[in-house]
Structure formats: structure tokens, C-alpha cells
């Protein structure tokens, strides 16, 4: 999954392929490769690490041709290497794809049997397989492609070439963007705007399954249903910088958006609903082994470590083992007590993070067992890690964590149900009815986006404060320790995070009419509702400003907080999920009306490879 661009027209593709990945990079890749079909001939580049070596490799050796497609990875499946870039290759037909095809080992298997090799490791090459085969039985290349998706489960835009069919360019999509640039006597592909921002501005935006055939001289496009359909025609005016963010403002507020999305690709192909069982690839415990298991020890920092925390509430209520969450920064100089009988989880975003990293190896090396929560494949804590398992939600730009912390959430979710169903804590039943909880998520953080403008209003209230006291309690607690982190650190407005029961022990102090405390507080047993609405309470009698997040059908508290932002109703443990969401767009609007820089802010780096 990442940046895919392909050109048809007059001139030599291969320059204005690479070209259009540059104008991708922003997105981060681990790899790039570029097709060029010319005199009836597939020509294929690929390198691993920065656009530079791709580059080079053209240069020496230029592809030629007038016809190709380009694609620049961010690895999901299988490690980053010149093997599994994009494009993919077999016989004469070479693919990129973003996306993830769920089937694809089962597709494999079948290929296989019929004398099929695979040179790589990804589920993209699956694609080049089956189409190469419909071509054979002598079916043209949009039929092929047409026969290929319907055998695929899963998310896809896929950009389709053939030397046999040296003339046009084959996409479809279902669930990833995918766009086409209009051009005159040229015409383009790609999975996003900026890619070709230099060539053209009128663009066509591709729905869910439709297919087109693109042309030097013109596109058609056809529906799911095989009916040439007409999409309409857009001129696109943003800047290049405004096209990167996908209109948004700030890569942020990008992201804060795209959850729905990244959640939904992080559950993808793992819930298998029918036997209340979770799929993870690559996971090689045992149930004896995981029966073993004493003892959790969750290592991370920052963002990272509230989700850890999140987990712990998951692991040891759906899973019953003991789970203790780590600063990685303080475990790795302690002389910690490790056994071969306790399970090591780092969760990290960008997999480097130098304290993480170090914990983990510490771990390690005193016998546990290890497993990586990450949303970077081929990371530095990924190839330490005996399990790894992909967060999914796409490369994360800005510096302060919004998808990557909710994709953790839900994949820590997974986790706890996987390690109670091989316990036997959970029955299958009840795994089902965990697993029917995750699948509601990403409409639910669709709906709870809605409340940006009340968020907005309460931002502009509060934009001036000098501190922010956020309270929760049970698994809302790492959610106000969330609230509180984001928005420090770009606001740069002090806050800070409390579990509601602890308030009295100190905070309180602090609390007049200047104030603004946030009070995260979904009506659930286990997040002790009533005592949650008596800090409430104890806030408003000393005059503190309460914005309240509570259930949408809660009116209980309307009389008593200043504000109430009002949110889907979760189970206990996935209201975190939900209930971060409003957090992230308070720092978010606050930091944006105080004009700071929301993406970049002072002092932080994204990834903190140094101690
Ligand atoms: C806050 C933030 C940081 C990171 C922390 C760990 O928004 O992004 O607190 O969570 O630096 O980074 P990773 O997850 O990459 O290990």
C-alpha cells in the first residue's frame, strides 16, 4: 500500500512515473518501482529504500516506452526488498496495487497447485498470477482484470499493464482512492492528486468498482455491474501542498479523519466472525505456549504507552494474565524481573523508537517472549520481535500520533480476545460478541467525527487557558492521559492527564473559575459512572469550566457540565476508541486558533531514534 501513478501517452513514461512518485514521497515508502511496456516488451525497476535508488537504476538501464506504472510501497505484507516492490510481475502482466487482498494465502495455495511460482511475499503478486491466467484462456485485459478482483477478498486499487496489450492501462478500485488525470493526447493514473498536479487539473475520480480503461486518447469507465457509466470531470485548483493533505489543512486533521478508514484496514482479513477467532499472520505460539504465559509486559512510550495502558484493561479482562505496562525509557536502565514464561509487547508507531527498542531487546535477552505491536513493517522492532503485528494504518505524517494510537487500540483488542480464546477464558460465543463490538468501530468513529463543530466552539472558549485537567476512570483513564499529551504538546497549554479517583489527592487544588476540565465519561459499569459524575460534581463546586464526553443518550449530566460532547455508545473496553476522537480535535482546534504549527510543533521529532 502506498503512491501509485501510471502514464499513457506520447512521450517516454519512465521519467514521468518517477517524477509522479516524488510528488509521493510525503507519504513515506520503504521501496519504488516502475512497468514500462515498449515494442511489445515488459520492462520492469525496482529498488529498495529512497526514490534515488530507483532513479539510478533507471538511468542506467532506461526502461523505454510510451505505456507504464509506477508505485512506491509501504509494506504490509513481507518485508521491504527489491523483491516484494511494486510492480508485480508474471508472464507479461505487471501490477501495482494498494490495498490488502484477505484471501490471497488461500489464493496462493490454488495457484500453486496449478504450477504457479511466486517470487515474492506479498498478496499483491497474486493479482499479476490471475490475470496472467485469464489472458491465457484468451480473455482481453479488462475481462481478465473484471475476473481476477471477483476472485479476491479484500480492498484494492490496481493499476494493470500488458505487454500483450501494449496500448492501455487498466484500473479498478474498491475502498482505495484511485484517481485519473485528463490530459490531451496523454492521459494518467494515480491513487492521489498530487502526483500529477504538473501534468494536469482535471481529474475523474474513480467510485467503488468501477474499472477503467485508459487510453492516450481517451478513459472510459465502467460500473461493478459491467455498464459504462460517465463519472464527472473535476478541476482541481488546490496547491501542491493543499493536494497533499487531501484538502485538509493540516496533515493532522487528515489523519484524525482517515481513522474510519485505517481502523477498518487494520481489522481487515484477521476477525474471522464464524469461528470467534482472530487471524494474525505470521503468529507462531502455540496454545500450550500461550497457556505458559505468567505474565504481560508492555513496553512503549509516549502515545504508545496510553494505548499499552488501554491494553492492559483488554488483556486482562478478556485474556485473565497479569499485565504490566512499562515506560521503556525507565524499564530498560531498571534490573527488571523477566521469565521465559512472560510475553514482551512493544508498540510503537514507527517500530525505531531508541527506548522501546532497548527495552525490548532487554526482554529478550532475559528469556521472554517477544511481540511487536507496529505500525511499520520491516522496522528496526519488527525484525526483533518473534511475532509482528501490522497496525495498518497507513504512514502517519504529522508529529503528534492520532490514527496510529486508535489502530494500536484495536489491535491490542484483537489481541486480548486471540490470547483468551487460546486460554480458554473466552468461549467462542463471547468472542463473537467482542468481535461484533470491533466491527461497529469504524462506523462509529465516522459518526462521532461529527461533533467537530461542537468541539470547534469549545476550542475557542478555551483557547486562551493556561492548563487543562482531563479525568477518567477504569479504561478511560489512559484516554485522559491521551487528551492531556495531545494537547500540550501542540498547543504547548499545559494539561495534564489524572485518573478520577485520584483528583482528590492533589489536583483539586488547582481547580478555580479559570479551569477547563475535560471529564471523559461513557455511562459504563466498569468506568465507575457515578463516580466519575461525582468529580463532576466536585469540579463545578470549586467553580472549574466541565466539558463533559458522554453517551449520546445520556442527559444526565446536561444540567451539570458547561459542556457535553456527546458520543456513540461503546462496550467498556472499545470506548477508548471512540471517546479519544473528540480529544484529538480539541488539541487539534486549539492549536490551530492559536496559530501554531499543528504538524510540526516545537521541540518533537516523529520518530525518537535517540535517547
Ligand atoms: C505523541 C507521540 C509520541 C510517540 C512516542 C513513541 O503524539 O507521537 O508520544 O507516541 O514518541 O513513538 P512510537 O510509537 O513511534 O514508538
Not at 450 to 474: H, I, N, W
Not at 507 to 526: F, H, R, T
Request: hydrophobic share 40%; charged share 25%.
Amino acid at each position: 500500500m502506498c503512491g501509485i501513478v501510471g502514464y499513457v501517452g506520447d512521450k517516454e513514461s519512465a521519467p514521468i512515473l518517477v517524477s509522479g512518485l516524488k510528488k509521493l514521497e510525503y507519504r513515506g515508502y520503504d521501496s519504488a518501482g516502475v512497468a514500462v511496456v515498449g515494442g511489445n516488451a515488459l520492462n520492469v525497476v525496482r529498488a529498495t529504500g529512497k526514490l534515488k535508488n530507483l532513479e539510478n537504476r533507471v538511468s542506467q538501464e532506461p526502461p523505454q516506452g510510451t505505456l507504464g506504472i509506477g508505485h512506491t510501497r509501504w509494506a504490509t505484507h513481507g518485508r521491504p526488498s527489491d523483491e516484494n516492490a511494486h510492480p508485480h510481475t508474471y508472464k507479461n502482466v505487471a501490477v501495482v496495487h494498494n490495498g490488502i487482498i484477505e484471501n490471497h494465502l488461500a489464493l496462493k495455495e490454488e495457484l500453486r497447485a496449478k504450477g504457479h511460482v511466486f517470487s515474492s511475499e506479498t498478496d499483491t503478486e497474486v493479482f499479476a498470477h490471475l490475470i496472467s491466467d485469464e489472458l491465457e484462456r484468451g480473455v482481453d485485459l479488462p475481462d481478465a482484470v473484471r475476473l481476477a478482483i471477483k476472485q479476491v477478498k479484500g480492498t484494492y486499487a490496481l493499476a494493470v499493464v500488458s505487454s500483450r496489450d501494449p496500448n492501455r492501462i487498466i484500473c479498478t478500485k474498491d475502498a482505495s482512492p484511485m484517481v485519473l488525470g485528463l490530459g490531451q493526447g496523454q492521459n494518467f493514473v494515480a491513487s492521489d492528486v498530487p502526483a500529477l498536479l504538473e501534468h494536469t487539473r482535471d481529474f475523474v475520480y474513480m467510485e467503488e468498482g468501477d474499472l477503467a480503461i485508459v487510453t492516450a486518447q481517451g478513459v472510459d469507465i465502467f460500473n461493478r455491474q459491467g455498464n459504462k457509466v460517465n463519472r464527472p470531470t473535476r478541476r482541481i485548483d488546490w496547491t501542491p501542498m493543499m493536494a497533499e493533505k487531501g484538502g485538509h489543512k493540516h496533515f493532522m486533521h487528515k489523519e484524525i479523519w482517515e481513522q474510519p478508514r485505517a481502523i477498518a484496514d487494520t481489522l481487515r482479513g484477521r476477525m474471522l466472525l464464524s469461528e470467534g477467532d482472530i487471524h494474525f499472520e505470521g503468529w507462531n505460539l502455540s496454545a500450550d505456549k500461550v497457556r505458559t504465559i505468567t505474565k504481560v509486559t508492555i513496553l512503549a512510550c509516549g502515545t504508545s504507552w496510553h494505548s499499552g495502558v488501554a491494553g492492559k484493561h483488554m488483556i486482562e479482562s478478556l485474556a485473565r494474565i497479569p499485565v504490566e505496562v512499562e515506560l521503556a525509557s525507565e524499564f530498560r536502565y531498571r534490573d527488571p524481573i523477566v521469565d521465559p514464561t512472560h510475553l514482551a509487547i512493544a508498540i510503537s508507531q514507527s517500530g525505531e523508537t531508541a527506548d522501546t527498542l532497548a527495552a525490548f531487546k532487554e526482554a529478550k535477552a532475559r528469556g521472554a517472549m517477544s511481540l511487536a505491536i507496529c505500525n511499520v513493517m520491516g522496522s528496526a522492532m519488527t525484525r526483533e520481535a518473534d511475532i509482528s503485528v501490522l497496525t495498518n494504518a497507513g504512514p502517519e505524517i504529522g508529529v503528534a500520533s492520532t490514527k496510529a494510537f486508535t489502530t494500536q487500540l484495536v489491535t491490542l483488542y484483537m489481541l486480548a480476545v486471540k490470547l483468551g480464546r487460546m486460554r480458554g477464558t473466552l468461549t467462542v460465543k463471547a468472542a463473537q460478541e467482542h468481535l461484533t463490538h470491533l466491527t461497529q468501530i469504524p462506523k462509529m468513529i465516522e459518526d462521532v467525527l461529527k461533533c467537530e463543530p461542537s468541539v470547534k466552539r469549545v476550542a475557542r472558549e478555551f483557547m486562551a487557558a493556561q492548563d487543562f485537567l482531563f479525568l477518567g476512570r477504569g479504561p478511560m483513564h489512559p484516554v485522559a492521559l491521551e487528551g492531556a499529551l495531545k494537547l500540550k504538546e501542540i498547543s504547548y497549554i499545559h494539561a495534564e492527564g489524572y485518573a478520577g479517583g485520584e483528583m482528590k489527592h492533589g489536583p483539586i487544588a488547582l481547580i478555580d473559575e479559570k479551569m477547563p476540565v475535560v471529564v471523559i465519561a461513557p455511562k459504563q459499569p466498569s468506568v465507575a459512572y457515578e463516580k466519575i459524575i461525582g468529580n463532576i460534581e466536585e469540579v463545578r463546586a470549586r467553580g472549574g469550566k466541565v466539558i463533559a464526553i458522554i453517551d449520546e443518550d445520556d442527559h444526565h449530566v446536561d444540567g451539570l457540565a458547561d459542556h457535553v460532547i456527546r458520543i456513540p455508545a461503546a462496550c467498556a473496553l472499545l470506548a477508548p476508541v471512540v471517546s479519544t476522537i473528540p480529544l484529538q480535535l480539541l488539541a487539534y482546534h486549539v492549536a490551530e486558533m492559536r496559530g501554531n504549527d499543528v504538524d510540526q510543533p516545537r521541540n518533537l521529532a516523529k520518530s525518537v531514534t535517540v535517547e
